[in-house]
């Protein structure tokens, strides 16, 4: 009963929160909550959305899906549909293992900054740090439902960014891409991110090593998910 109580304190009162996990570390009902979380966004989009179908868009928008025959294009159309199953359990488990390879780097690096704490404990403050992935996950579920299927964004669904408030078609690929690095979201967790290390590490370690620590790791991959996205685009 503790640790659900948790679940809710470290949104509404993080330093407190933060201050007992350090103390008493716990990691399952972060990761099953964010896992339940995923799993039902991924449930619903998979449902709603027909990724045969938007994978057939994406290839006739893409230079080369001009000259790729009918027949190549229904056989990955048909092999998407039949993978779905397996994208729907990769997108389930998906944010869970992200949380504890995170961990594991956030870990590595604050052992140089300077750390006290052992990787459980970091492990722990790092899975409840991104409870607001919920957030996330909620909104992409609203989005599945709210917008039609032809002008969802897969990539950057549940985003609550800059990008929401563009169209794809009316900006450059690469601003639409950038601008898909920071959200509400992702700034909340860092903030959250922070705010619970200061726990693990020694006194020593102020708040500007910290918010460097977190914000280096986190915007590098951040910058690598949106080159991927880029080069998921069409065109």
Do not use: C
């Not at 092999?79 to 779905?84: A, G, K, L, V």
């Not at 900054?113 to 740090?129: E, N, Q, Y």
């Not at 891409?177 to 991110?193: F, H, K, N, P, Y």
């Amino acid at each position: 009963m503790e640790s659900m109580g948790l679940l809710f304190k470290v949104l509404w009162s993080p330093a407190e929160a933060f201050f007992i996990l350090s103390k008493k570390p716990r990691v399952l009902a972060p990761l099953i909550v964010i896992t339940l979380a995923s799993l039902a966004a991924s449930i619903v989009t998979f449902t709603y959305i027909d990724m045969g179908e938007l994978t057939l868009r994406q290839i006739e928008q893409s230079p080369s899906g001009a000259n790729m025959p009918e027949e190549q294009k229904q056989q990955m159309v048909q092999m998407i549909r039949t993978f779905t199953p397996v994208s729907m359990v990769i997108g389930a488990v998906a944010p869970a293992v992200i949380v504890t390879i995170a961990a594991l780097i956030y870990f590595a690096v604050f052992m140089v900054i300077g750390r006290d704490s052992d990787f459980k404990t970091f492990l722990s403050i790092t899975a409840f740090a991104h409870l607001p992935l919920i957030v996330r996950q909620a909104a992409a579920i609203a989005q599945v439902y709210l917008t039609p299927a032809a002008q969802l964004d897969i990539y950057n669904l549940g985003g609550l960014g800059l990008a929401t408030f563009l169209d794809p078609g009316a900006v450059s690929p690469t601003v639409y891409a950038a601008s898909t690095v920071v959200d509400i979201v992702s700034i909340w967790v860092w903030i959250l991110l922070i705010i619970g290390y200061k726990f693990v590490v020694p006194k020593s370690v102020g708040i500007a090593a910290r918010a460097s620590g977190v914000l280096v790791v986190s915007l590098f991959f951040s910058l690598i998910f949106a080159a991927l996205r880029l080069l998921q685009q069409p065109g």
